[in-house]
């Protein structure tokens, strides 16, 4: 027990080094999602139907194929050609990110047809532009209801973070994996590196559970 001890002592350093690696993934791929993920929710809902039919095969593309296939796809094919020299990191981020992007513009999307009928046609009725609509009246309630959505769909990718792994990114994972090779302590180091994982998961969704209190609008009901 206290040789079990000592080894996790001793790795703790290392390992939560590769967490912070693990935060920088997750942070980009959720930002990745977000911004590519509102403007396909609204081509999805408001967008002609050429328009649709890419988002919508885009959408099936990337909630169909594995991530870890992905990974491999992008990383050793796409990219190579493409000539984008990307650290295992940035790919990463991006595969996450684009993956994140196809479920996330599917809770916007829910979140926009979730709002009362007839508020686009209210905007336009007050001189606005469709664009105007969206972004001034529609987009600012659909982005509250999304937090739900959102907080599931970060511990989602916080765990697909893990898939790193196979390229060679240094995060917690691929950090704990090398130690526990070297130390024979697997099941020691997995559970320590499963219980970090669980705080980052838990205060991540305490702090978006936090914000979806404070935008709430009192007495707002869809």
Known sequence: MLEQLAVILDALPYILQGALVTLVIVGGAMSLGLVMGIPMAVGLVY?????????GFYVWFFRGVPILTLMFLFYFGIFDLLGLNLS???????VLGMTSAAYQSQIFRGSIE???????KASRALGMSDMQGVC????????????PGWSNEFSIILKDSALAYVVGAMDMFTRTHFVASRTYEHLTLFITAGAIYFIITMVGVRLLLALEKKVRIPGYTT
């Open 47 to 55: 967008g002609p139907r050429l328009v649709r039919f890419i988002l």
């Open 88 to 94: 295992a990191l940035a790919a990463t981020s991006i």
């Open 114 to 120: 979730a709002l009362p009928q007839g508020q686009l």
């Open 136 to 147: 001034s009246i529609i987009l600012p309630q659909a982005l509250r209801l999304s937090i």
